[in-house]
């Protein structure tokens, strides 16, 4: 079926008329069959529904067959348009749904099938009359689409197939189970491609494709309710109800006779049985039961059974569990335990089922019970509950926890201590997961724990859990397997030790011991002449060992320190690395402990910090001082300054206010990389108009030295980073490259994907970019020099500038795991290569 619609949808690609052909045609050959099927077992039926059906679908066919060959496209009946397959399809439907409808009343009645297809005849000549000669309502209309007509009738279409389908779940039992819900699928298929036809526009539209995919399926499900149903199983569809022949209520009845027989061999052969009639009154016992109670029938017979004489037997009749009661209420069978008095030294615990007793026509007319000697049972099953609660007492009230798991590792059971030591409720635990109290790592080597379990492994061991707060548990575990009567794995026991407390400590004894040997610092303990004790950076750092004399460079802070009686600090530069060394003195004794710090990365960044300040100073004084002698100048001398030489004052104004503000924003994007504090916003980007918005923003700058640029980035190319970092970057190298070109010089910017060369030392998948000029060039002394902060060449302290820009832009390069190289030759010109790796997509970060 799936690849059949398959093949089919492929084929509405290519042709939709061919695809519309074929589908009717499968709904034409499926309803001849139903119509073969229907017709030939008219006489075999005691009911109408599969004739009306048959005869109907013969003229549903006939209608469907010219519905397909005026279909658009077709071009075998050329004087109608679209409009009239149309209406045959709605007079098809309505026969249809009908024709389940009148089926479906009729289905216990036996209709002649010669004035069904007279009827049939009748009406599809009227029909055909109807259409052909333009009475029947207009169904579509050429480039409008369906009328009012068309979609209206669908839902009623739909109605009648709905209440169809209810009517048809009321009759269920008249069915096969398996006919009936095929019936039901079909039914339910059509409503929805009627639904799907109510909404075209075109005859070989979405919705159009979509009707007539349903359409199969309907026909498809009919086919496998009748013609597949008929062939595999004929009396299956055509037989449902069968009436009891002659032969076949004989062989009842020798049945039946042959099983009273056997009743009453097996009633008097049996375990312990009594009957008793709806009076309550005994009207049946077996020998079995007469030998249990030591009774006679004159004893027992034709008495109640709460007769007071029978007062030893015991009986429930006065309270709600009366079998007979029970029974009468419903109950297909009722137990209890009862306790029979023999003599004064002997009791029998029995245990009686009693299960409704009924005449030939199934009338009850009493209940019969069996009667199960326990009484040894009994006993050893008190003796057994008495075990068990001692066991239970002691296993409920040990100090220790015990924990039992099934072969699936749930929890079947735990004691209090078991659940208190984890910090859960007994109800809590039980049906949990052993694996819900631990960690992953802690899974792992659980499961393979478990698996020695199963191979019958006894294990004492120490085991991690997690508490109920979140906490750390530290246990010793013996576990044991536990395996049934038969041998089958069953689960395993533990008895459970909390040992965390205890762990601690020796964690912490530990820890203490291995304090000052494993501290990457040295940690030396110092008398006044000798070295008592040293730790291997201690030893490594002076030259020393345990016994050794104090190190020369120790001996006079030691010395003071200890004359003093005073703990003190002290930096010491040695082996190139500076340390703060801290001399404490242990009260009472004759030693003191000395605790070192490499403080050599505090201390450059310190001095870091200071030069940073220092070079900032300078920078911003020099156009502080321009501005505020240029400002004074012009408060001094405003009406002695020249128009020229005001406009030149004013343009050295504005030129420094906008070198202050640039020098701002580099130091403060500098300060901000270096506290860690850049934030990167990873989204993809092209390049290409990375470039294309610079551009457009230095174009009057270029316009004014004559620069023509020349790019070649593919637009292709996509990266992943920040886009407003990566066009400051380019930014930086384009406005250098225009600042130090010479007029009407070409810049040139490139791309190369997938680069591997020099300029990519690790190897890695990216693109390298360079941006080429022909301006003054780098002397090959001072190429070194331009990443660093605030330097500028002494050839171009004319041109405006911080000296912060280069360093800015290696920096966010890094940033995005990049690399920059820089080639230039002093007269000629300077070209920086940029490698940017291809990365994956990041979260924010710093």
């Given at each position: ?10 084929l509405?690609?290519?042709s ?27 006489k ?27 279909y ?13 397959p ?35 005849l ?33 839902y009623i ?27 039901m699928l ?13 909404f ?9 494709f ?33 009436k ?12 039946l ?11 008097n ?21 007469l ?119 749930n ?12 910090g ?10 052993l ?27 120490e ?20 395996f049934?009567?038969?041998g ?6 533990a008895?459970v030790?909390?040992d ?5 400590a ?32 201690s ?40 340390y ?26 310190k ?44 343009e ?21 990389i270096d ?11 092209k ?21 023509t ?14 886009s407003?970092?990566?066009f400051?970057?380019?930014r ?9 070109s ?22 890695r ?35 405006p ?29 300077t ?16």
């Amino acid at each position: 079926m799936g690849s059949g619609l398959f093949l089919i949808t492929l084929l509405s690609t290519y042709s939709y008329l061919l695809f519309h052909s074929i589908a009717e045609v499968i709904s034409i050959v499926i309803s001849g069959g139903i119509f073969f099927i229907g017709w030939n077992s008219r006489k075999y039926m005691d009911n109408s529904f599969f004739l009306i059906i048959g005869i109907s679908f013969l003229f549903i066919s006939a209608i469907d067959l010219i519905h397909t060959l005026t279909y658009s496209g077709m071009s075998i009946i050329l004087e109608f348009n679209a409009n009239l397959p149309t209406q045959l399809w709605i007079a098809a439907r309505y026969w249809q749904s009908i024709s389940y409808l009148f089926a479906l009343f009729a289905i216990k009645k036996k209709i002649n099938a010669t004035y069904l297809m007279l009827g049939g005849l009748i009406v599809i000549s009227v029909l055909f009359i109807l259409i052909f000669y333009g009475v029947f309502p207009t169904s579509y209309i050429v480039g409008i689409g369906l009328t009012p007509f068309k979609i209206i009738s669908e839902y009623i279409i739909n109605f009648i197939f709905l209440t169809s389908a209810i009517i048809l779940y009321k009759f269920r039992s008249e069915f096969n189970r398996k006919i009936f819900l095929l019936i039901m699928l079909s039914i339910s298929a059509t409503i929805i491609s009627e639904l799907a036809f109510t909404f075209y526009l075109s005859v070989s539209d979405l919705s159009n494709f979509i009707g007539h995919i349903f359409k199969i399926i309907a026909f498809f499900f009919i086919y496998k309710a009748i013609i597949e149903t008929a062939l595999e199983d004929p009396f299956g569809l055509l037989l449902r109800k069968l009436k009891l022949s002659d032969t076949s209520l004989r062989r009842k009845a020798d049945d039946l006779e042959e099983a009273y027989s056997e009743f009453n061999q097996m009633f008097n052969a049996s375990a312990p049985l009594r009957v008793i009639n709806k009076d309550y009154e005994i009207i049946r016992i077996n020998e079995t039961y007469l030998n249990l109670f030591s009774l006679t029938k004159e004893e027992i017979i034709s008495k109640k059974c709460y007769d007071p004489d029978l007062k030893r037997l015991g009986h429930q009749c006065n309270t709600d569990l009366c079998s007979m009661k029970q029974i009468e209420q419903g109950k297909e069978h009722f137990e209890y335990e009862l306790i029979t008095k023999v003599n004064d030294n002997t009791n029998i615990v029995t245990l009686v089922r009693s299960v409704p007793y009924r005449n030939i026509n199934g009338e009850f007319v009493g209940i019969i019970q069996n009667f199960t000697n326990i009484t040894e049972r009994s006993i050893l099953e008190l003796a057994m509950k008495k075990s068990e609660e001692k066991y239970r007492n002691l296993v409920e009230e040990s100090l220790e926890g015990i924990w039992v798991i099934d072969d699936n590792t749930n929890t079947t059971f735990v004691n209090q201590s078991m659940a208190g030591m984890f910090g859960y409720k007994i109800d809590e635990m039980i049906g949990k997961k052993l694996y819900k109290f631990m960690d992953e790592d802690g899974k792992k080597l659980a499961e393979i724990n478990f698996e020695r379990r199963r191979q019958g492994i006894k294990e004492d061991h120490e085991f991690e859990f997690i508490h109920k707060s979140g906490r750390k548990i530290f246990t010793k575990i013996r576990t044991s397997p536990i395996f049934d009567e038969t041998g089958k794995f069953t689960g395993a026991m533990a008895f459970v030790t909390d040992d965390t407390e205890q762990k601690i400590a020796r964690e912490k004894i530990a820890d203490m011991a291995r304090f000052y040997t494993e501290n990457p610092s040295p940690v030396l303990r110092l008398s006044k002449k000798y070295v008592l004790l040293a730790n291997k950076a201690s030893q490594t750092l002076f030259g020393i060992g345990e016994g050794s004399k104090i190190p020369e460079i120790l001996i006079k802070p030691v010395k003071e320190s200890f004359s003093k009686d005073k703990n003190s600090e002290i930096e010491l530069k040695i082996k190139e690395r500076i340390y703060s060394l801290f001399l404490v003195l242990i009260k009472g004794k004759s030693y003191m402990n000395i605790y070192g710090m490499d403080i050599t990365a505090r201390k450059e960044a310190k001095d870091r910090l200071k030069r940073f300040v220092s070079t900032v100073s300078h920078e911003l004084r020099t156009p502080v001082s321009i501005l505020t002698m240029s400002i004074e100048f012009l408060d001094n001398y405003k009406k002695k300054i020249t128009p020229e030489v005001n406009k030149k004052l004013k343009e050295g104004i504005s030129r420094n206010i906008y070198l202050l503000k640039d020098l701002i924003e580099d130091i403060l994007t500098l300060s901000r990389i270096d506290e860690g504090k850049y934030k990167m916003e990873w989204k993809e980007y092209k390049p290409l108009l990375v470039f294309k918005d610079i551009l457009t923003l230095m174009e009057p700058v270029g316009n004014e030295k004559n620069i023509t640029f020349n790019i070649n980035v593919s637009e292709e190319i996509t990266l992943l980073g920040e886009s407003k970092k990566i066009f400051q970057i380019f930014r930086i190298f384009i406005d250098n490259a225009i600042k130090y070109s010479r007029n009407s010089n070409t810049v040139e910017i490139k791309a190369i994907d997938h680069y591997k060369g020099k300029y990519n030392d690790n190897d890695r998948d990216g693109v390298l970019f360079y941006v080429k000029d022909n301006g003054i060039g780098i002397s090959e002394d001072e190429l070194t020099s331009i990443f660093q902060r605030f330097f500028r060449s002494e050839q171009v302290t004319d041109i405006p500038g911080t000296g912060l820009g280069l360093s800015i832009a290696k920096e966010l390069i890094e940033l995005h795991s990049g690399e920059v190289y820089v080639e230039s030759e002093q007269g000629k010109g300077t070209t920086f290569y940029i490698f940017l790796p291809k990365i994956e997509k990041k979260i924010n970060t710093k």
